[in-house]
């Protein structure tokens, strides 16, 4: 029997209408909850990612301001900017879209960005409060992963979860997340031996490598949900890191587009509003 193909937009739509009533309510106290991005330079997909942050902000009633920096600012500008919004009581959330040019220290921006404004949970006081299992931002893109395993009572607790990839963006804070709701966690990544000898005997498979169909179908346990967080630009368009044929041996996977992909900006929208509410109490 095919997976069933897990429908990463209806679910995030329900994630961005709980999000529109949730900043209404702010509206009706006289807070406009306020999103702040950071664009530095013309990086075409940044450029999209950005717009589609803004388009949904504004679906949501969430004021949304992107302050674009030129390609070649300095590292003391991009600075100065991070510090002006932390200053801001009227802003409530702050992201530096990624990646910066090159001749930016991401790492010392990151660590800049007040961690109750960090709403893509970046900062190391948030990885630690993820690390701890205490509350603080988690990065969006994991986050509704969580949020698509539960959409589909996809059972978490005692199952063997492997996650393919070791970034701080998607796979660390993915394990983190994986093991905080009792999963049996192993990460794999590029240096891993015999990789499929180990995403065989996962139960969820998460796949944030960045190459095109990278996981196939006989690095697949029968009956698995397969979870495809790769976005990849290819002649055809856009390609998961999943081959299409894992469908004929998980149990559950979801779809590139339609996705992963269509979460990380409800959540992105959630932990706006929850920094609001950190915020305006
Ligand atoms: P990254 O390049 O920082 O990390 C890739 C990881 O893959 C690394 O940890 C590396 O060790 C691992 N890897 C590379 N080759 C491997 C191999 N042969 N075997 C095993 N592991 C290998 O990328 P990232 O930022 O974590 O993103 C991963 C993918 O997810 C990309 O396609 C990215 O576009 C996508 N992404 C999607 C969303 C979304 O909203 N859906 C958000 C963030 C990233």
């Not at 299992?133 to 949020?147: A, D, E, I, S, Y």
């Amino acid at each position: 029997m095919p997976a069933i193909l897990i429908d990463g937009r209806a679910v995030a739509k329900d994630w961005k209408e709980k999000a529109a009533v949730r900043a209404q309510e702010w509206v009706l106290k006289g807070i406009t909850p306020h999103l702040a991005v950071v664009l530095v330079g013309e990086d075409a997909a940044s450029q999209v990612y950005v717009r589609n942050k803004e388009n949904a902000c504004r679906k949501a009633a969430i004021r949304s301001t992107v302050i674009r920096l030129a390609a070649d600012c300095t590292q003391q500008a991009l600075e100065q900017t991070v510090r002006e919004l932390n200053a801001d009581a009227s802003v409530h959330g702050i992201l530096v879209q990624l990646p910066l040019p090159k001749h930016l220290d991401e790492s010392r921006v990151l660590a800049l960005i007040d961690p109750d404004k960090d709403v893509d949970g970046f900062h190391a006081m948030n990885s630690g409060r993820l690390m701890n299992g205490q509350r603080g931002f988690v990065p969006c893109t994991p986050l509704g992963v969580m949020k698509l395993l539960e959409a589909y009572n996809i059972s978490v607790q005692g199952k063997h979860a492997v996650v393919i990839g070791r970034s701080n963006i998607v796979g660390k804070p993915m394990a983190m997340l994986l093991l905080g709701a009792n999963a049996t966690v192993t990460i794999c990544h590029s240096r891993t031996q015999d990789l499929p000898a180990i995403t065989c005997q996962a139960d969820i498979l998460v796949a944030a490598v960045g190459k095109a169909g990278f996981v196939t179908a006989d690095m697949v346990k029968p009956g698995a949900a397969v979870i495809d967080v790769g976005i990849n630009r290819t002649e055809n368009g856009l390609a998961g890191d999943v081959a299409p044929e894992v469908a004929d041996v998980a149990g559950w996977l979801t779809p590139v587009p339609g996705g992963v992909g269509q979460m990380t900006i409800a959540m992105l929208l959630s932990n706006t509003l929850d920094a609001v509410q950190m915020h305006g109490i």
